[in-house]
């Protein structure tokens, strides 16, 4: 045998062992990936029962109803969809109507997703780009979020209707 067929041989057998390797990772990996999905491709894609997804948009205004045993129903929307949640346990804090959630659970033959993680989000910044992007359209989004500082209260020496004149310490 050659050096040249010894080194082509040599090759080959890395590159079989490095595909061996990669095959045994993606499928490890495969059970534990979770997508993520809005309401709206929920209705447009029809995803097979039994299928494992996170679920992200808005608490539905009027959805939520909690039964005995921690059991809660309530229905997630990006304003052209909606997909009913059921859901058993101690729902986050944060957790209320108009709020973005992200549930990770799998949707039933009758298309109600049964969640078994339920995340409140916080804050905008972690709303999902279609349902911003749903809410802008509308006209429903809200900038910022929070209520504006008066004009004159970064002022020193302005006096503040509930504490009085400030002091300059």
């Known amino acids: 045998m050659t050096r040249k067929s010894r080194r082509l041989i040599l090759i080959a057998a890395c590159g079989a062992v490095l595909a061996l390797a990669l095959g045994l990772i993606l499928s490890a990996m495969s059970g534990s990936i979770v997508f993520f999905r809005s309401p709206a491709e929920v209705a447009a894609q029809g995803v097979a029962p039994g299928t494992r997804f996170r679920l992200g948009g808005l608490v539905k205004d009027g959805s939520v109803k909690r039964g005995p045993d921690q059991n809660v ?97």
């Open 73 to 169: 129903e309530f229905s997630v929307t990006d304003t052209s969809a909606t997909v009913p949640v059921q859901y058993r346990g101690l729902l986050p804090d944060l957790f209320r109507e108009g709020q973005g959630i992200v549930a990770e659970g799998t949707l039933d033959a009758g298309g109600v997703f049964r969640a078994d993680t339920v995340l409140a989000k916080h804050d905008e910044n972690y709303m999902p780009r279609e349902v911003a992007d749903a809410l802008k359209a509308q006209g429903r989004w809200q900038e910022g979020g929070g209520k504006e500082a008066p004009k004159d209260a970064a002022k020193p020496g302005t006096a503040d209707a509930t504490l009085g004149q400030r002091s300059e310490r």
